[in-house]
Nanobody
């Protein structure tokens, strides 16, 4: 199984980016996928997940913080691709964003996910 993340880059505060994660080597439509992010010196944190039927999941209200309402996950089963639409970006969104596939536990736990992509760097300038 291979996950290839792309779409990162440098963007100004308030801008938008759409990340893509192309998945190969498995039946894409049968499994959940997720996005996590990791800023320098910080733990990898859950951003969003989407199950096989397209139901989206985001961090619990108490943890959403600055991501609330700005990030949207989606999937295109015909293209074997998961997307993360990021709007109204802030400097604190600067991180390497990782896509993941196939969970064996809670969506928001890093250890639940079996397969990981290599990450794509997002830098938001102030």
């Amino acid at each position: 199984v291979q996950l290839q993340a792309s779409g990162g880059g440098l963007v100004q505060t308030g801008g938008s980016l759409r990340l893509s994660c192309a998945v190969s080597g498995r039946i894409f439509s049968s499994y959940a996928h997720a996005w996590f992010r990791q800023a320098p010196g910080k733990e990898r944190e859950f951003v969003a997940a989407i199950d096989w039927s397209g139901v989206e999941a985001y961090p619990a209200d108490s943890m959403k913080g600055s991501m609330k309402g700005r990030f949207i996950i989606s999937r295109d089963n015909a293209k074997n691709t998961v997307y993360l639409e990021m709007n109204s970006l802030k400097p604190e969104d600067t991180a390497t964003y990782y896509c993941a596939a196939e969970n064996s536990g809670p969506f928001d736990s890093r250890s639940s996910w079996v397969y990981w992509g290599q990450g794509t760097l997002v830098t938001v300038s102030s």
